[in-house]
């Protein structure tokens, strides 16, 4: 679009509207593709400066920009929080705090944060619930906001669990106990390969891969097995 100085006019009136905060040159041009400088008519410039509107929400990023990606339960990772107004602008006059949440078990950087510094806030954020859909949420007042869905996986092995056996009769049917493993959380170890080694006190016992026939193991990779126990004390 542009607009016409006709004859007998030495000037034209407009209006002007902006919803991208930041200062912007602004520039009257003879040329109808780009501004031109110095070349034909020389242009026109003035520097308009567009502040943010009011504070209206929140956003949720990386603290390096950017969606949050995959993370490690009980690995720490930063966020950044970010006042922004309806057209998404940093509204860097907010210098409140916010109550931080999430849908994992938050180990740190949950509950009432520190004040924002222009509009931001950088935060450490620890969660320990593994999960492929978790978020972390913001609120202040009436205003409220989540971040993206990310996954939170495991962290390393840190035990072994045994289901409860059945009572065993010395010399009858193998008992079936299945392990499991877990991180330091509570959070079943889902992947990698682990060599389990099994033990019993009693001197005679067995540990089989199979319910009936095969022969005694002594270790296993993480696999349903059963125990045959000669000794009914055990």
Not at 130 to 144: C, D, L, R, T, W
Not at 167 to 188: E, F, K, V
Request: hydrophobic letters at 35%; a negative charge; zero cysteines.
């Amino acid at each position: 679009a542009f607009v016409d100085i006709t004859i007998g006019n030495n000037m034209a009136s407009m209006w002007y509207e902006d919803t991208r905060a930041g200062t912007f040159m602004l520039t009257a041009s003879d040329s109808p593709t780009a501004p031109d400088g110095l070349t034909g008519i020389e242009d026109g410039t003035r520097e308009l400066t567009v502040r943010h509107a009011q504070h209206a929400s929140f956003h949720i990023e990386a603290s390096a920009g950017g969606p949050i990606g995959m993370q490690t339960a009980g690995v720490p990772f930063g966020i950044r929080i970010k006042a922004v107004d309806a057209y998404g602008n940093t509204a860097s006059s907010f210098t409140g705090a916010v109550e931080i949440s999430s849908t994992s078990v938050m180990m740190s950087g949950g509950g009432t944060s520190i004040n924002f510094s222009q509009g931001e806030l950088i935060r450490e954020i620890t969660m320990t619930s593994a999960g492929s859909n978790q978020k972390i949420m913001v609120a202040y007042q009436e205003f409220s906001a989540e971040s993206n869905s990310f996954a939170v996986t495991h962290g390393p092995v840190h035990k072994f669990t045994m289901t409860e056996p059945h009572p065993h009769t010395a010399g009858g049917a193998r008992t079936p106990i299945t392990i499991y493993r877990y991180d330091a959380y509570d959070n079943l170890v889902i992947t990698g390969t682990q060599t389990v080694y099994l033990y019993s006190e009693s001197l005679i016992g067995s540990f089989y891969l199979n319910e009936s026939g095969g022969s005694p193991i002594t270790s296993v990779q993480m696999s349903e097995f059963y125990f045959n126990e000669a000794d009914a004390s055990v």
